[in-house]
């Protein structure tokens, strides 16, 4: 097989390069079920037909629900960072030292939430990983989103472009949390990625401690996924 050129990955709208390079498109996919998931996980040839040609550098701006130092949400973050190619950049938000939005002190602006709203301002794309806290979103990150869309004029999250993922050991995946995360960012402006939706049982030892997925068939369902969230910004970004 041809190397691609200057580590570019490819696939989706790249077909056609692709062909003209003399390496031949993906062709097949399976049904595989993953921790809970049912979804269609390329096993064919590289490149993966989900991904685009990511030569660009983008910076993802990451925010994480859960501020617990072990936290599984924060695991799943570092694994898909791990899995991005080296023209991403992955920067995250501090969320632990946010204070509780007030609106007396929008236009004296708190330095750490002035901090959240640079980090969005620079972003070419936004990743949500987030448990679920009673069938809603951690209070942290709603926090986050609150200084991020004030004060009034001066929204960060309008026209960003977004992908939510998040897992738990409850079967649910925080199904529910990212249902509520989807219409929260929807009414700030947000275009989030559709599908597909990973709603991920956590389990002990599936992202070891060098952030490395240790079973194959979720590793390539999250690579998937990852793939076409990167399309997403770069589609968007263009």
Not at 35 to 52: F, K, L, M, R
Request: proline share 6%; hydrophobic share 40%.
């Amino acid at each position: 097989m041809a190397a691609l050129p200057n580590g570019a990955r490819a696939g989706g709208a790249c077909t056609t390069g692709l062909t003209a390079m003399g390496i031949a498109p993906p062709e097949r996919t399976v049904p595989v079920r993953v921790e809970q998931v049912t979804s269609q996980v390329y096993t064919g040839a590289i490149p993966n037909p989900w991904s685009t040609c990511i030569m660009s550098t983008y910076k993802i701006a990451v925010f994480v629900g859960s501020l617990r130092a072990a936290s599984f949400n924060l695991r799943l973050a570092r694994a898909l960072e791990k899995l991005a190619p080296d023209t991403i950049e992955f920067e995250y938000a501090s969320l632990a030292d946010v204070p509780l939005y007030n609106q007396d002190n929008e236009m004296s602006m708190p330095p750490q939430a002035a901090k959240v709203k640079d980090l969005i301002a620079r972003a070419d794309g936004l990743l949500f990983v987030t448990p679920e806290h009673n069938r809603s979103i951690p209070a942290a990150l709603k926090n986050a989103i609150d200084w991020g869309s004030r004060p009034w004029g001066k929204n960060s999250w309008t026209g960003k472009t977004a992908g939510i993922v998040g897992t738990s050991p409850s079967a649910a995946g925080t199904a529910m949390a990212q249902q509520h995360l989807r219409n929260i960012l929807a009414a700030e402006g947000v275009s989030v990625l559709t599908t597909p939706e990973v709603f991920l049982q956590y389990t002990e030892g599936l992202i070891d401690d060098q952030y490395t997925i240790t079973n194959e068939g979720t590793r390539k369902f999250l690579q998937g996924w990852l793939d076409r969230y990167l399309a997403w910004v770069a589609k968007l970004a263009a």
